[in-house]
């Protein structure tokens, strides 16, 4: 699908510039899902700066938040700015799911914006207002997800111990990992090993952390993911290392 979606961009980025937005809006998952991400920020960026006046906030709104979710773990506020124009775009809009979704967005750029606390537990509070059952089942990903950032990167220590914080951040990311082996989504997997393996490292379980580690660097040589392949490998030596020093 990522080869004919390049296409469609590619094809329409000039001729149909109103089109190419909403492609944009559609497609630009798939980059990051296959770990193309300098390639998916090149289309939604060449999208918000081609977008006719006239073209609709939703759309407006989804590729901000398809830009913020490809930002994630940079260096400045762009990804937290984007995320939280979109959630304002969406709001009082007939597409909740899509709010819901900006949300979770939304709570994890906080949380990595040092505002765990504050913009990260407010949105995770509306997003629980806006869960509907009848969603398809991973969409339940984007809560655990939001929830395991904000825990992890709380800092009222008084509030909300580190023990507290660990123990649950480990049962999040077995919850992530169950969700997205059961639908086959190979990029959570990817994300929810990771965060299993650092929460085995927490707890000195270094051999436990480097089985992970392993297993995190082999589904991503084998499905291509090289985006963040390198974090990966080190995280597997520092492991490694751990654990023949035990």
Request: aromatic share 6%; proline share 4%; net charge negative.
């Amino acid at each position: 699908p990522i080869y004919n979606g390049r296409a469609a961009l590619e094809a329409t980025q000039h001729l149909h510039p109103a089109l190419h937005a909403r492609l944009a809006a559609a497609l630009a998952w798939l980059f990051g899902a296959t770990g193309q991400v300098a390639e998916g920020l090149r289309h939604v960026r060449r999208a918000l700066q081609q977008a006719p006046a006239h073209t609709p906030p939703v759309v407006h709104a989804r590729l901000l938040h398809e830009l913020s979710g490809l930002l994630q773990g940079t260096e400045g506020k762009e990804p937290l700015q984007a995320a939280q124009q979109a959630v304002a775009l969406l709001r009082g809009g007939t597409d909740p799911a899509l709010l819901y979704a900006a949300l979770g967005r939304w709570a994890v750029t906080a949380a990595l914006s040092n505002d765990a606390e504050h913009a990260g537990l407010a949105a995770i509070a509306e997003m629980e207002t806006l869960w509907d059952p009848a969603w398809p089942p991973l969409a339940r990903w984007e809560l655990l997800n939001a929830r395991d950032y904000v825990t992890n990167l709380r800092r009222d220590e008084h509030r909300y111990p580190k023990a507290l914080r660990v123990a649950e951040g480990e049962r999040l990311a077995a919850e992530q990992l169950a969700l997205a082996r059961a639908h086959g989504d190979t990029g959570k997997v990817l994300f929810a090993l990771m965060a299993a393996e650092q929460c085995t490292a927490t707890h000195g379980r270094y051999e436990e952390a480097v089985e992970r580690g392993r297993e995190l660097v082999a589904l991503a040589q084998q499905e291509e993911y090289v985006d963040r392949l390198h974090i990966y490998i080190c995280n597997l030596a520092t492991r490694s290392e751990e654990h023949t020093s035990e």
